[in-house]
């Protein structure tokens, strides 16, 4: 996999399998670093220092943004969809209306605000070829 990926100019990043692949070729320092945050959208970030969910998670941010078994893509390697059915029995259940991204608000639901603070480094930066 990790071959292939190169000829395709990608790069494998292992989740929280340590270092053992990185002799291969394999980018083992966490899926999303801030270095790849900042790459994405071309600025610098002053982000606050912290540590992942799980002891073998080296990502910055460590939040599952969905739910298990909803996601159509049904790529086979993924950890999040069981069976396809179940996949598509539960895609069934979306609202478009709704503010999430499946499903809609159920009894029991908590929702909760988590305030937001832009870390985008405003300093201009010169670059000098």
């Known amino acids: 996999m990790i071959r292939i990926a190169s000829l395709y100019g990608m790069t494998v990043k292992p989740c ?24 994405a959208i071309g600025k610098r970030l002053d982000a606050p220092k912290k540590k992942g969910a799980r002891a073998e998670c080296s990502c910055y941010l460590t939040c599952d943004i969905g739910a298990y078994n909803t996601c159509k893509n049904l790529c086979k390697y993924c950890y999040a969809n ?25 009894d029991g639901d908590k929702i909760h605000d988590v305030p937001q603070k832009s870390w985008v480094n405003g300093q201009m930066e010169l670059s000098f070829v």
Do not use: T
């Open 16 to 39: 929280a399998e340590g270092d053992e692949l990185s002799e291969y070729g394999a980018d083992c320092g966490g899926c999303m670093r801030i270095s790849d945050y900042e790459k």
């Open 82 to 106: 069981a069976e396809p059915e179940i996949v598509l029995s539960q895609s069934r259940l979306h609202d478009p209306k709704s503010p999430f991204l499946i499903w809609n608000y159920s």
